[in-house]
C-alpha cells in the first residue's frame, strides 16, 4: 500500500488517480487546501494531520505501507513571504514528524514534491539538478531544507528518497473530473480562464520590465499527470531498487513568458482576455526554465503535454 499525504490537493488528486490503477492507496489530508470529492474512490480516505503523531501512527500501525508520496505543503511564494512560520512549521517541521514515524514503522522508501523554487534566481537559462540551490523565498527555503534533511536521513538511516522538484503545474485530469482548484486562487492560467469565463474583471500582469524578450517572466508549465507519471516512475525505481536518493526537474523545458500563456488562453478558447500591465510580485524570478534530460536518461520519463494541451485541459475542467 502506498500514503499519499496531501493527496487531496491539486496534484496529489491527479497522482492518486493513476496510481490506484496499479497499488493501493491511502490518502492522508487535513482537507485544509484540499477537496475529498477529488480524491479518487478507489483510494482510502483519512482525514487527519501529517503533524500530528497520532493520525500517523494510525496509519501506519493498521496498513503495511511500503512507500510514502508527501505532497502536503503550503505553496504560495507571496504568502510565504508574509508568513514565514506557515510555511517552516508545515512544510518542514510537521515533515519532519513524517519521516520519524515513517523510521520507527521502517518504511524506507520516500517521494518528495519540491519545487523550481530552490534554485533562486538561476545563472542558467535552462536549469539542471546540478544548478545552484539558492531559493529568495521562505516557501523555497522550506522545501530545500526538507531536501538537506533527506540527504542526511539517507546516510543516517538508509531512507530512500527521490525529490521531484516541479517547475510550473498546470492543467487538469483529461476526464474533467478534477482540475486546479484553489480558494483563493493565485495561479496564473487559472486566474486567465476565470477572467475569460467571466469570473473576474481582469487578469493583472505581475511586471513587465523583467530582463526577457517582452518583459514578463518565462516559466515552464507542465501538466499535472505529466508530473503524476514522473512520480510513478519514480516509485518504480524506489521499490525495485534501482534508485535510493535522487533529485530531478520536472518540466518541458519550454519556456512562455505570462503574454504568452494569456495569449495562448486566448486562442484556445477563442476569447478576447482583459489584461492589465501591473507592478512585479515579491519573490518572482524572471525566468525558470527545466532541463529534465536527467529523468529521461534514468527512469525513461519526459513531458507529453505542451501548453497547448495543459490549457485545453483546464478549460475543460472550468467549464464544468
Ligand atoms: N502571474 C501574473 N498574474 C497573476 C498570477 C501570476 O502575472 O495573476 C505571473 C507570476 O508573476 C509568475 C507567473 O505568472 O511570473 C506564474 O505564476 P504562478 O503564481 O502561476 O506560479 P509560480 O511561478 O508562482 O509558481
Known amino acids: 500500500m502506498i500514503l499519499v499525504v496531501g493527496g487531496a490537493g491539486y496534484i496529489g488528486s491527479h497522482l492518486v488517480k493513476e496510481l490506484v490503477e496499479k497499488e493501493e492507496v491511502v490518502v492522508l489530508d487535513n482537507l485544509a487546501t484540499g477537496h475529498e470529492e477529488a480524491v479518487d474512490s478507489r483510494a482510502v480516505f483519512v ?92 516557501y523555497g527555503r522550506s522545501k530545500l531544507m526538507v531536501e538537506q534533511i533527506l540527504a542526511d536521513f539517507h546516510a543516517a538511516y538508509g531512507l530512500n528518497y527521490v525529490v521531484l522538484r516541479y517547475f510550473n503545474a498546470a492543467g487538469a485530469h483529461v476526464s474533467g473530473e478534477i482540475g486546479e482548484n484553489h480558494d483563493p486562487e493565485t495561479h496564473l492560467i487559472p486566474i486567465i480562464l476565470q477572467q475569460l469565463l467571466g469570473e473576474r474583471e481582469s487578469i493583472s500582469v505581475f511586471g513587465t520590465d523583467y530582463p526577457t524578450e517582452d518583459g514578463t517572466c518565462i516559466r515552464d508549465y507542465i501538466h499535472v499527470t ?69 529523468i529521461f536518461s534514468e527512469l525513461g520519463w519526459k513531458a507529453e503535454r505542451g501548453l497547448e494541451t495543459i490549457i485545453e485541459s483546464a478549460w475543460k475542467w472550468h467549464n464544468k
Open 47 to 138: 482525514k487527519g494531520d501529517l503533524g500530528n503523531v497520532e493520525d500517523l501512527e494510525s496509519i501506519f500501525s493498521k496498513y503495511p505501507i511500503k512507500a510514502v508520496m508527501h505532497f502536503a505543503a503550503f505553496s504560495l511564494v507571496g504568502e510565504s513571504v508574509q508568513d514565514p512560520y506557515k510555511y517552516y512549521e508545515n512544510n518542514v517541521a510537521n515533515t519532519l514528524t513524517l519521516l520519524n514515524v515513517m523510521l520507527k514503522h521502517n518504511v524506507k522508501n520516500f517521494i518528495f514534491s519540491s519545487t523550481a523554487a530552490t534554485y533562486g534566481i538561476p545563472k542558467e537559462e535552462i536549469i539542471v539538478e546540478k544548478s545552484e540551490t539558492s531559493p529568495i523565498n521562505p
Open 226 to 294: 505529466d508530473l503524476a507519471n514522473a512520480h510513478i516512475a519514480a516509485l518504480d525505481a524506489l521499490l525495485n531498487g534501482t534508485k535510493k536518493a535522487e533529485t530531478y526537474n520536472l518540466g518541458n523545458g519550454v519556456g512562455y513568458s505570462v503574454k504568452q500563456v494569456i495569449e495562448m488562453c486566448e486562442k484556445v478558447t477563442g476569447e478576447k482576455a482583459n489584461v492589465i500591465l501591473g507592478d512585479r510580485r515579491a519573490g518572482d524570478p524572471a525566468r525558470l526554465v527545466a532541463s529534465s534530460d536527467k
